[in-house]
């Protein structure tokens, strides 16, 4: 049963570039969340999307926007980089977008991209 | 202030040891609090889920979660050299949907 997947694992960027990264969800799940861990920090939430639609949106600018795919998968676009976007960006999957919920809401974390930008 | 504040340690311990993490929070809404653990260049995983206050145990892992000082704790029984990693918490409220709140970490460190 394959897990969360995300690609690529390391990428490095130039300031004002832009950047996608991907992720396949965990089987059977139909929810990604995006998340940004910089350095010595907690995840904070960019946003969600279920049914290839953005559900809930974090405290990020417009640079930062997403896709859902028929298949669940998912991509995370920032434009216009700025140093400060240097971080691990975690994707995380779940069934039918509810949190928390034992066995059937679990919110699975893929291993991260790590996004360094000069 | 932050939403959950969380001490950023590092916490060395020796192996054996009985080990407490803690969490305090301001949101009053958070309802369902987690514990994650985090190795070095991985995701979380998830260690312990408890939806309001009360205790749940888990092998050597207690969660406790006291809503009325907003203050959340785990407790790591008989800790072992693999049990050396970053632990995150993290709270949401109902109808968060997967917008979960973590606090900044605490990395420990159990030696031999």
């Known amino acids: 049963d394959a897990g969360v997947t995300q690609s690529p694992t390391h990428l490095i960027k130039t300031r004002g570039q832009q950047v996608t ?43 930062f926007s997403g896709h859902q795919y028929p298949n669940y998968s998912s991509e995370l676009n920032v434009n216009a980089l700025l140093l400060g976007d240097s971080a691990l960006y975690l994707c995380a999957s779940s069934l039918r977008g509810v949190v928390a919920v034992p066995n059937t809401g679990e919110l699975f974390f893929g291993e991260g991209s790590r996004l360094t930008v000069l | 202030q932050k939403e959950v504040e969380q001490d950023p340690g590092p916490l060395s311990v020796p192996e054996g040891a009985i080990v407490s993490l803690n969490c305090t929070y301001s949101n009053s809404a958070f309802q369902y609090f987690m514990w994650y653990r985090q190795y070095s260049r991985k995701g979380p995983e998830l260690l312990m889920y408890t939806y309001s206050s009360g205790n749940k145990e888990d092998g050597r892992f207690t969660a406790q979660v006291d809503k009325s000082s907003k203050y959340i704790s785990l407790f790591i029984r008989d800790s072992q050299p693999s049990d050396s990693a970053t632990y995150l918490c993290a709270m949401s409220h109902t109808g968060g949907g997967n917008k979960l709140t973590f606090g900044t970490g605490t990395q420990l460190k159990v030696e031999l």
């Not at chain 1, 799940?29 to 290839?52: C, K, N, R």
């Open chain 1, 21 to 63: 990264l991907r992720c396949s969800p965990k089987s059977g799940h139909d929810t990604v969340s995006w998340y940004q861990q910089a350095l010595g920090q907690g995840p904070q939430f960019i946003f969600q999307y279920y049914e290839e639609e953005e559900r809930q949106r974090g405290n990020f600018p417009d640079r």
